[in-house]
């Protein structure tokens, strides 16, 4: 039976807009963008920052070195809100009505600092609710120092979450990730980046 529903961030809770992201970066200079950014596991100072290696400010200095020319903060935070396309309401109806039903909602995800200046404020839902407000738990990748698909992720969210895997369905648009999950005995769904997964959960949960 399931009890514990964990989340992945961008791919299922909002959809993303990878070219966006990297038009945004190649428009102030990072012309080889895409050796650096992958809409699942980022590389170099990408995944430096979102492994929690280095602070924002660092990855700020570090690609300006890169690129030529010093970048500012916002303008850092403006490209890595380029993966943002869309948060589809009908997700976060189905978080909130998951919760008055029991159900202990877990969000696992390899983000960073940019990202989270906006998801954890109002901005999140459109000036209602931060994405903490839609779940019980964040795990963030830069604040625990690991990301997906390394299994150590999962294996501090049934530490500290006190939850069994069986009892637990992870949702995840990455292969990779769900493929870890598997392998430690949780169920899983592997829904298509801003596909609906809403109906398909509900299926699993009625079984």
Request: proline share 3%; charged share 25%; net charge negative.
């Amino acid at each position: 039976m399931v009890k514990n529903i964990i989340f992945d961030l961008g791919g299922v809770i909002m959809t993303i807009d990878q070219n966006m992201a990297l038009s945004r970066f190649k428009a102030i200079g990072l012309v080889d963008a895409d050796n650096f950014l992958n809409p699942y596991t980022q590389s170099g100072i990408f995944g430096d920052v979102e492994e929690g290696k280095i602070t924002a400010d660092e990855f700020r200095i570090e690609l300006g070195h890169i690129i030529g020319h010093e970048i500012s903060y916002d303008e850092c935070k403006y490209c890595w809100l380029g993966y943002r396309k869309e948060v589809p309401s009908r997700n976060l109806e189905l978080l909130k009505r998951l919760r008055s039903n029991g159900y202990r909602l877990i969000l696992l995800s390899n983000t960073n600092p940019f990202m989270m200046s906006w998801a954890l404020t109002k901005k999140f839902d459109g000036g209602k609710a931060s994405l903490d407000d839609y779940f019980d738990s964040l795990y963030l990748s830069y604040r625990l120092g690991v990301m997906k698909p390394d299994p150590k992720f999962f294996q501090i969210v049934l530490e500290n979450e006190h939850i069994l895997p069986e009892e637990s369905l992870f949702i995840d648009d990455g292969l990779r990730n769900i493929e870890v999950a598997d392998r430690l005995g949780f169920n899983t769904i592997c829904p298509q980046n801003g596909a609906d997964w809403t109906l398909q959960l509900m299926e699993r949960l009625s079984k």
